[in-house]
């Protein structure tokens, strides 16, 4: 069940948002992409989302196409974060898990383990409106999470949190990823790759400019840390 992304390109006009982009992502991998503001992470992930059709290319999962209507098998945590914020927090989560096929009393075990894991289990009533960005971030993963997806997209999951909150993020995708999820997660900071991924690719422009094993890479560089500068 790996995804494959085979010289994907996507052009919006005259704008090549991804430019012959080449991925392996087997099963069960946590796979980080990196790149500065522009650099073609959200594209792609729409792309594999089945959102946004490649303008050249093919992406697969499990050697077929991903269509728009599975979102039973991916779960995605977009960048511009959208939550109901009428909606109280257990109303969000039921809503959205429904839309993908689970039963209401399955949904509220597993949404409450979540909100208490993220420390959050007396927001359930809370209307989303209430809750600060950080909190209403953790909703949304939950969002995302909630129907165990097998292929779990996260774009720049980290950004806008404090210290606590990511570290409460990354035990729970590393958890995930125990569990046999294949994450992919766009980042600004090589920090984070670093610290959870082993495979990467830097995207800039659009272009792969480096992608393999993050030992390779940091080898190859000669150096501990990668820049990933700001144009
Ligand atoms: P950011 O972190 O700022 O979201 P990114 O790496 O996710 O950056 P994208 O959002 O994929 O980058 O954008 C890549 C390029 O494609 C940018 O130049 C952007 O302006 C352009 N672009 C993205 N979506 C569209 C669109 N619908 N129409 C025209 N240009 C677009």
Redesign the pocket.
Known sequence: MSLHLEQVTKR??H?T??DHVTLHIPEGEMFGLL?A????????FRMILGLLEPTEGTITWNNERIRYDQSHLIGYLP?ERGLYPKLKVKEQLIYLARLRGLKKPAIMKEMMDWLERFKVPDYVDKRVEELSKGNQQKIQFIAAVLHRPKLLILD?PFSGLDPVNVELLKEAVIDLKRNGTTIVF?SHRMEHVEELCEHLCI?HR?KPVVSGALKEIKRSFGKKNVIIHAD
Not at 37 to 44: E, I, Q, V
């Open positions: 919006f006009g704008v948002a991804v790149g503001n522009g650099a073609g992470k959200t594209t792609t960048e720049e766009s995207m659009g």
